[in-house]
T-cell receptor, first 113, second 116 residues
Framework: GAGVSQTPSNKVTEKGKYVELRCDPI?????LYWYRQSLGQGPEFLIY????????DSGLPNDRFFAVRPEGSVSTLKIQRTERGDSAVYLC???????????FGPGTRLTVL | GENVEQHPSTLSVQEGDSAVIKCTYS??????FPWYKQELGKGPQLIID?????GEKKDQRIAVTLNKTAKHFSLHITETQPEDSAVYFC???????????????FGKGTLLTVNP
């Protein structure tokens, strides 16, 4: 079946702009994670959803970052007033339940000029 | 919070040789230790994992060992092939104080190159 999909695959924006990154998890997966991967680094946790609610958003770096999952399936990561330091690959993962194997999408490469 | 150290950062081997990647972690509460392979332009893919009640696990050419006392675990790849070339990440899983979060903490990765 289809895996985790993320759109767009690449996003180039200018400093100060607003961006939205979308994640479509595997059908039936209740848990969804967002990670950020900077060049040459491992993924770093941002936020975790169980169903529609954010169970843990302790990894969000500041209040410019926000994520939603209104119907418990698709999730959108929103970044306001983007900064050059936000440039990274944003990865989404989903699991059948919170403690299952995490299946990752291909990521969205965000470049802030 | 958890801190995961991974070594080496790069590893180059000849086809057919073995490759070993090592990780240490700090949080004794971690009880799940997966290894991911990431190819260029793709997301990480789970290749093998081990739980804290097991010391070693093997799957064909890949094996993982865990020493909970020393807080370290290793990935072993035997009979390496050019298609094994990729970035490998170790990770640990911990529970939040609420007992409901299963976030992964990753090492910085090892770029493995298998030369034909």
């Amino acid at each position: 079946g289809a895996g985790v999909s993320q759109t767009p695959s690449n996003k180039v924006t200018e400093k100060g702009k607003y961006v939205e990154l979308r994640c479509d998890p595997i059908s039936g997966h209740t848990a969804l994670y967002w990670y950020r991967q900077s060049l040459g680094q491992g993924p770093e946790f941002l936020i975790y959803f169980q169903g529609t609610g954010a169970a843990d958003d302790s990894g969000l770096p500041n209040d410019r970052f926000f994520a939603v999952r209104p119907e418990g399936s698709v999730s959108t990561l929103k970044i306001q007033r983007t900064e050059r330091g936000d440039s990274a690959v944003y990865l989404c993962a989903s699991t059948v339940q919170g403690n299952g194997e995490q299946f990752f999408g291909p990521g969205t490469r965000l470049t802030v000029l | 919070g958890e801190n995961v150290e991974q070594h080496p950062s790069t590893l180059s081997v000849q086809e057919g040789d073995s490759a070993v990647i090592k990780c240490t972690y700090s949080d004794s509460a971690s009880n799940y230790f997966p290894w991911y392979k990431q190819e260029l332009g793709k997301g990480p893919q789970l290749i093998i994992d081990i739980r804290s009640n097991v010391g070693e696990k093997k799957d064909q050419r890949i094996a993982v060992t865990l020493n909970k006392t020393a807080k370290h675990f290793s990935l072993h790849i035997t009979e390496t092939q050019p298609e094994d070339s990729a970035v490998y990440f170790c990770a640990t899983k911990e529970l939040s104080s609420g007992g409901s979060n299963y976030k992964l903490t990753f090492g910085k990765g090892t770029l493995l190159t298998v030369n034909p």
